[in-house]
C-alpha cells in the first residue's frame, strides 16, 4: 500500500505546486484590480514557448536552467506590463464583465501571434541528464525533477508573503486589496500599482509554464486549460487570499493524482466536483472574505421602457429583410441566418439572468447542450417527431436549470460564475464518457428536420419564427412585474426582501427561463448540423455566449439580439476571409469595448438619447 500511496502522493504534490504557480499570480491580480483576467491563461501559454526559446539555446547545466526560467519569467512580467498599459488601463471604468470581454479580446490576440510566432507543432524540451535522474523514497523511484517542482511552491509562496508582509510595496498591495477606494484616497499611486501587479502576476504566470516544459511542451491549447484550473484553484481558496490558494492548489492537486490512480473515469470532472462542493458549504471559498457586489453600473441603470416608435420601426424592418431571406439568398447564406438564429435565442437566453437578474454564468453551454440531447434522445431512442422534440429540449433544460438554480441560489457573483463552470463541465464529461446514451465523442448522428422542413428556406424560416418568438417572450416578461421585482432584486436582494419580495424564487425562475430559451436553441442548433456532439457543452460555446451579450450591451433589451448578430456576421466573415481571424476578432472586441463600454446597442441607446435631448 505504501509503495502505491506515496509516489501517488508526491506526484499529487508536483502537480498542486505547478497549479500554485499559475494561480497565485491570478489571485494577487484579482485580490487588488477585482479582474477576471482571461488572458493569464495565455501568459502561461506565452511562457512556455518563450522559456523554449531560451532554453533550447542555453548550456543544459542546472543553473543555466535556473537563469533561463528567470529570464522567462522576467519576460512575461514585462509583457504583462505592456498589457496593463496598452489595454487594462483603458478599460478600468468599464463594468467587470466588459473588463473581462477585453481580456478575452487579449487572448484571441496573442493566440494568433503565437501561431505565427512558434507555428501549430507542440514544442517539448529535451531533457538533461541530471533532469532525467530518480530518488529512492520508500522503495520507490520518483523523478528528481518532480521534487524540484514540490520545492518550488512553497517557496514561492514564502518570497511572496516576505514581498506582501515585509516591503511598503507589499502594505500597499494589501491596502488596496483590502478598500482600493481608501488607499487611493490617501494618496497611493493606482496606476503604478496596477501596473506593477500585472507585471507580478504575468511573471509568475510565466514562470509555471516554464517550469511545466519538462513534464509537458509548448501548445496553444494551454491558455484555455490552464485558465480553467486556474480560476478553480482562486475561488476553492477564496478569492484574493493567496493561502487560500496554496491550500486549494494543494487540495486539488493531491486530488487528481489520486483520481488518476483510483477512478480514471473521474479525472475528467473531478476539479469540478470539488469546487461544486466547496462553493456550496463555503460560498466565499476556504479563506477568502464575502465579497462587495459590483453592482453600481446595474443600479444607475435607467428604468427599462418601450423602445420610441422610431426604434420599433427600424426593427420591423430589420425583420421583414430577415423573413424575405429565402427568396433572394442561397443555401450557404441560409444556414449563416439559420445559425444567427440559434446564437440569438442562445444570447438572449443568457442576457435574460445576466443583465435583469445580474446572475453571471460562465457555463451557459450546459443547458444548450442538455436540450440538443434531450431533442436527439427524444428523437432516436423514441421516436418523436421534430415538433415533439423541440418542445422537449426546452422543457428538459429548463427544468435541470432550476433544479441546480435551487441549490445554488444564494451564491452571487464569480462565485456562481464559476458554479456554472463547474456544472458545464461535468455536464460535458457525462456526454463524453456516456458512450451507451450519448455517443461519446461520436456524437448522435442522423439528426435531420422531417421531410416537410428539410429543405434550408423552410428550416430558416422555422428557425426565425421561433428565435423572435422567444425574444419577444423575454422581452415581454422583463416588461411585465416579474421583470421589475428581477431588476430589484439585483440591484438590493436586501431592499427587495424587505419590500416582501422573494428572492430566491426570483433568481430560481430566472435561471430555469434561461435554461428552456438555451435549451431550445441547442435542439435548432442539433437540427440544423445534423447531430449532437460533446462540444455543444465545452467551455469556448460558454465563452461565444458571454461574448454576444457583452458586445451588445447588458442594459438594453435589444443588447444580445445585436450582438448575436454582430458576432456571427464578423465571424463568419473573418473565418472565410483571413487566416487572422482571432487577431482580428480580439482588435474589434478591444475597440468596442474601450469604445462603447457600455456595448453596442449601449452606445446607440445613449446617443439616441443625447439626440433627442439636443
Known amino acids: 500500500m505504501t509503495e502505491t500511496f506515496l509516489p501517488t ?48 539555446r542555453l548550456p543544459r547545466d542546472p543553473e543555466w536552467f535556473v537563469l533561463g526560467v528567470l529570464l522567462t519569467a522576467l519576460a512575461t512580467g514585462l509583457i504583462g506590463a505592456v498589457l496593463e498599459l496598452a489595454v487594462m488601463r483603458r478599460v478600468y471604468r468599464a463594468p467587470e464583465l466588459f473588463q473581462l470581454l477585453a ?56 518570497l511572496l508573503w516576505l514581498l506582501l508582509h515585509r516591503t511598503r510595496w507589499g502594505t500597499l498591495l494589501r491596502a488596496a486589496t483590502l478598500d482600493r477606494e481608501m488607499a487611493a484616497a490617501l494618496g497611493v499611486n493606482q496606476r503604478l500599482l496596477f501596473t506593477s501587479v500585472f507585471a507580478l502576476g504575468a511573471g509568475l504566470a510565466g514562470l509555471g509554464g516554464a517550469l511545466s ?59 469540478f466536483l470539488v469546487m461544486a462542493a466547496v462553493l456550496v458549504l463555503r460560498p466565499n471559498g476556504l479563506l477568502g472574505r464575502p465579497q462587495a457586489e459590483a453592482r453600481e453600473a446595474m443600479a444607475a441603470a435607467p428604468v427599462i421602457r418601450p423602445a420610441p416608435p422610431a426604434l ?28 444567427a438564429c440559434v446564437a440569438l435565442v442562445f444570447a438572449a437566453s443568457l442576457h435574460f439572468m445576466m443583465g435583469p437578474g445580474g446572475l453571471a454564468s460562465f457555463g451557459h453551454a450546459a443547458w444548450f447542450g442538455i436540450g440538443a440531447y434531450a431533442a436527439g434522445l427524444l428523437a432516436q431512442d423514441l421516436s418523436a417527431p421534430m415538433p415533439l422534440a423541440l418542445l422537449g429540449a ?26 456554472t463552470l463547474a456544472f458545464a463541465q461535468i455536464t460535458w464529461a457525462v456526454a463524453f464518457q456516456w458512450v451507451g446514451l450519448t455517443g461519446g465523442d461520436n456524437g448522435l448522428l442522423g439528426l435531420w428536420p422531417q421531410g416537410w422542413a428539410r429543405d434550408p428556406r423552410v ?132 475597440l468596442v469595448v474601450v469604445a462603447f463600454p457600455e456595448g453596442i446597442a449601449g452606445a446607440a441607446r445613449r446617443l439616441w438619447l443625447r439626440g433627442r435631448e439636443a
Open 9 to 56: 502522493l508526491l506526484t499529487g504534490l508536483a502537480g498542486a505546486s505547478s497549479l500554485f504557480l499559475v494561480a497565485s499570480g491570478l489571485t494577487i491580480l484579482f485580490g487588488v484590480t477585482r479582474i477576471v483576467n482571461f488572458s493569464h491563461g495565455s501568459l502561461t501559454m506565452l511562457g512556455a514557448y518563450i522559456g523554449w526559446s531560451i532554453l533550447t
Open 103 to 158: 481580456t478575452f479580446g487579449v487572448v484571441l490576440i496573442l493566440q494568433d501571434l503565437t501561431l505565427r510566432l512558434w507555428g501549430p507543432a507542440e514544442l517539448s524540451l529535451p531533457r538533461p541528464r541530471w533532469m532525467r535522474g530518480f530518488v529512492e523514497i520508500a522503495g520507490s523511484r520518483f523523478p528528481f525533477y518532480d521534487l524540484l517542482l514540490i520545492a518550488a511552491g512553497p517557496v514561492v509562496l514564502g
Open 213 to 271: 516544459l519538462p513534464n509537458a511542451s509548448a501548445n496553444l491549447q494551454i491558455d484555455l486549460s490552464v485558465i480553467t484550473e486556474a480560476f478553480v484553484v482562486v475561488v476553492v481558496g477564496g478569492l484574493g487570499s493567496l493561502a487560500g490558494a496554496f491550500l486549494a492548489s494543494l487540495l486539488i492537486g493531491v486530488l487528481q493524482a489520486f483520481g488518476v490512480a483510483l477512478l480514471p473515469q473521474s479525472t475528467l470532472v473531478l476539479v
Open 312 to 339: 420599433r420601426a427600424l426593427g420591423l424592418a430589420a425583420l421583414l429583410l430577415a423573413a424575405s431571406a429565402p427568396f433572394w439568398l442561397g443555401d450557404y447564406a441560409l444556414s449563416v441566418l439559420t445559425e
Open 394 to 419: 426546452p422543457l428538459a433544460a429548463g427544468l435541470v436549470a432550476g433544479l441546480f438554480g435551487w441549490f445554488v441560489v444564494r451564491l452571487s457573483g464569480i462565485y456562481l460564475a464559476m458554479l
Open 459 to 590: 428550416f430558416y424560416a422555422l428557425a426565425l419564427a421561433l428565435a423572435v418568438a422567444t425574444v419577444l417572450l423575454l422581452r415581454r416578461m422583463l416588461y411585465a412585474p416579474y421583470g421589475y421585482a428581477l431588476r430589484a432584486a439585483r440591484d438590493s436582494a436586501l431592499r427587495a426582501e424587505a419590500i416582501g419580495l422573494d428572492v430566491s424564487r426570483l433568481r430560481i425562475l430566472a435561471l430555469a427561463v434561461a435554461g428552456a430559451a438555451a435549451g431550445l436553441s441547442g435542439a435548432l442548433f442539433a437540427y440544423a448540423k445534423g447531430g449532437v456532439f460533446p462540444t455543444y457543452i465545452a467551455i469556448p460555446h460558454s465563452v461565444e455566449a458571454l461574448l454576444m451579450v457583452l458586445l451588445g450591451g447588458l442594459q438594453t433589451m435589444s443588447g444580445p439580439v445585436v450582438g448575436a448578430l454582430a458576432y456571427t456576421g464578423l465571424a463568419d466573415l473573418l473565418v472565410r476571409s483571413t487566416d487572422l481571424w482571432r487577431l482580428v476578432l480580439g482588435a474589434v472586441i478591444l
